[in-house]
C-alpha cells in the first residue's frame, strides 16, 4: 500500500506566523493572532488540513491568511 504524500499546512503557517511577527519594517501590522485548524463548528473532529491566521493593521481592520492543501 503506498500512504499519500505528507501535507505541511502546519509548518507553513507556522512559519508565516513567525515572519509577520518579526518583520515589517513598515509598522502596518499591528495584532497576529495564533494558528487556527478547520475543525467541525459542534463536534470538534478535523475537517481539514487547512489552517488560518487573522492579522490586524495598523487601523484596526482584520484580514484572514489561509494555507490550504491544493
Not at 519594517?25 to 485548524?37: E, F, K, S
Amino acid at each position: 500500500m503506498k500512504l499519500a504524500p505528507l501535507a505541511y499546512c502546519d509548518k507553513i503557517a507556522s512559519v508565516i506566523k513567525s515572519a509577520l511577527l518579526k518583520h515589517d519594517p513598515d509598522g502596518i501590522i499591528g495584532l497576529v493572532d495564533g494558528v487556527n485548524m478547520d475543525l467541525h463548528p459542534t463536534e470538534g473532529w478535523l475537517v481539514s488540513t487547512k489552517k488560518t491566521i487573522r492579522v490586524c493593521d495598523m487601523n484596526e481592520k482584520w484580514y484572514k491568511v489561509t494555507v490550504e492543501e491544493l
